[in-house]
């Protein structure tokens, strides 16, 4: 008789933990098109995250791996900002804030490799005149740059980030001394 309830109790945790896991595997990041933010501003203002990679960066693979697969990143942006996944060096069109973006050099035969540079791209992501992938680039709920940043960054790193424009922090404290204090 004790035997069996063991096993039940085993078997039990066995089904919540599974089940668990797998809820945690489902969160995802709810990534948006820029003519979908644009029409979810209009109903409820929230920060936007713009993630701009390309197919062939490794370093964007990696960030879409080990950082926006993590839960605490998924739950803050969801929570906090809309976001889009922009493809730096695609095809597509793109209208935003009146303005007509395309990608005139795109060539259809690189595009798993280095391909023409978008024209939202350089509208958005240049930091110091430079592009570089992968860039996150945030914005406040008028669509104002607040800026782009270059490069790989984990869980740990992109948090900070994440909440000082998010908890609106930029506006009343200097990074220097947010970035000193967060966590504290």
Request: glycine content about 6%; proline content about 5%.
């Given at each position: 008789?004790?035997?069996?309830?063991?096993?039940?109790?085993?078997?039990?945790?066995?089904?919540?933990?599974?089940?668990?896991?797998?809820?945690?595997?489902?969160?995802?990041i709810n990534w948006m098109s820029v003519a979908?933010?644009?029409?979810?501003?209009?109903?409820?203002?929230?920060?936007?995250?713009?993630?701009?990679?390309?197919?062939?960066?490794?370093?964007?693979?990696?960030?879409?791996?080990?950082?926006?697969?993590?839960?605490?990143?998924?739950?803050?942006?969801?929570?906090?900002?809309?976001?889009?996944?922009?493809?730096?060096?695609?095809?597509?069109?793109?209208?935003?804030?009146?303005?007509?973006?395309?990608?005139?050099?795109?060539?259809?035969?690189?595009?798993?490799?280095?391909?023409?540079?978008?024209?939202?791209?350089?509208?958005?992501?240049?930091?110091?005149?430079?592009?570089?992938?992968?860039?996150i680039v945030y914005m406040d709920e008028d669509?104002?740059?607040?800026?782009?940043?270059?490069?790989?960054?984990?869980?740990?790193?992109?948090?900070?980030?994440?909440?000082?424009?998010g908890d609106g922090a930029y506006k009343t404290?200097?990074?220097?001394?947010?970035?000193?204090?967060?966590?504290?």
């Amino acid at each position: 008789m004790m035997m069996r309830l063991h096993i039940k109790v085993i078997l039990f945790i066995s089904v919540l933990l599974f089940t668990e896991g797998l809820l945690a595997q489902q969160a995802q990041i709810n990534w948006m098109s820029v003519a979908e933010v644009q029409e979810a501003m209009k109903k409820e203002p929230k920060k936007v995250m713009i993630d701009v990679y390309t197919s062939w960066c490794g370093p964007c693979k990696m960030m879409m791996k080990n950082t926006f697969t993590d839960p605490m990143v998924i739950t803050y942006i969801n929570k906090h900002y809309y976001a889009v996944k922009f493809n730096a060096e695609g095809n597509q069109e793109v209208s935003f804030k009146g303005n007509t973006y395309s990608n005139p050099n795109f060539n259809p035969a690189k595009t798993k490799s280095r391909n023409g540079t978008h024209e939202f791209t350089m509208a958005i992501a240049p930091v110091s005149g430079k592009i570089a992938y992968p860039t996150i680039v945030y914005m406040d709920e008028d669509f104002r740059i607040l800026t782009p940043v270059q490069g790989y960054m984990q869980p740990a790193q992109i948090m900070p980030i994440l909440s000082y424009f998010g908890d609106g922090a930029y506006k009343t404290t200097d990074w220097q001394t947010y970035q000193g204090s967060y966590g504290k």
